[in-house]
């Protein structure tokens, strides 16, 4: 009669949907938490899980955190194209304003474990920088195909660092987070003169 | 017979020297842990203090970090002054290269908890910004006495960003920690041509 509770436990696999849910739960508890603090205690309770479950199918908090980082559902930045690059970064800082260009809080809440970290420093460079950095770069080919700026002007190279720089700090330095207004006034100031364009 | 250990705990203060000292070590267990991860018992056995004399003196973790950040030595910024901003903005470059001038392990540490906890915000905003910020609008009164730049160049209020901006994003966007000869290129490419100042 010990049939049932001594049977291997039952592995079957949670299902795409189960599984898209607890990533996004994992994303959201390393907004809230941040990465240093998340426990899988934590995650457990949030996703109604058992924590064997989570071991069982990730192994450890840092192999479920990258495999979050990696499948979750991306803050996504649709293609930006709006025929100008004073257009285009303009329109990036609206999107940075509603929150949907940059996951600010995800970002700190990883920010001392991905210097420590390989592994999630990795997870999150593939799932959420790189795509950003590809498409900068179109954006700014694409402003040199019109000629808006030349196309070895130095600080090409650089407005990924002045951009997300913006984000990062304006917290840090004023103790707002960030918003539109904010980063409009950042590009006209910062970004397009340093790319030679005046306004 | 039991006067001494019925005695109320003694009250010695720590010597100045001991609180300088313990004051370093919470910082630099910040560096290493970040603040979340951060425990009083980590504290306690880095200072070889009992866990007691902690929390009888700062009463809270929290109170601890903020005091430890209030007080602790600062990350100093000697005053740049080399007779052109272009040169003083090298300088910084310099400093910033070999550790001096940004403490950017701390920041890291503190990312997270600085967004959800203003005692920790207030603290390192007076400790470590608001002097460093000081320091920029100085040397950029400077730039404007003797017409480097435009007194009103809209860049000027964003240098604070551009430059913690390069800082902070370089590990993110490079995978690798920010050195000085980033920053040379940095200056060049975007802060001397957003103020206005070609080569």
Do not use: C
Request: glycine content about 6%; hydrophobic content about 45%; charged content about 25%.
């Amino acid at each position: 009669m010990t049939t049932y509770s001594s049977a291997p436990a039952r592995r079957t696999r949670l299902t795409p949907e189960r599984e898209q849910e607890l990533y996004g739960a994992v994303i959201d508890l390393l907004r809230e938490a941040g990465y240093d603090a998340l426990t899988m205690d934590a995650v457990a309770v949030r996703t109604r899980s058992s924590k064997a479950t989570l071991y069982r199918q990730w192994s450890s908090k840092q192999n479920l955190v990258a495999t979050a980082l990696k499948r979750g559902k991306a803050v996504h930045v649709e293609n930006v194209d709006t025929g100008s690059l004073p257009g285009d970064l303009h329109e990036l800082a609206d999107r940075i304003g509603d929150g949907s260009a940059v996951d600010v809080p995800l970002i700190r809440g990883l920010a001392h474990a991905f210097a420590i970290n390989s592994n999630l420093a990795e997870a999150l460079r593939q799932h959420m920088i790189e795509p950003k950095l590809t498409g900068v770069r179109q954006m700014l080919g694409r402003a040199a195909d019109r000629e808006e700026i030349e196309a070895d002007v130095p600080a090409a190279d650089f407005m990924p660092h002045m951009m997300l720089g913006a984000v990062v700090t304006h917290r840090l330095l004023e103790d707002m987070e960030v918003d539109a207004a904010f980063m409009h006034r950042y590009i006209d100031a910062v970004a397009l003169p340093a790319l030679g364009i005046s306004r």
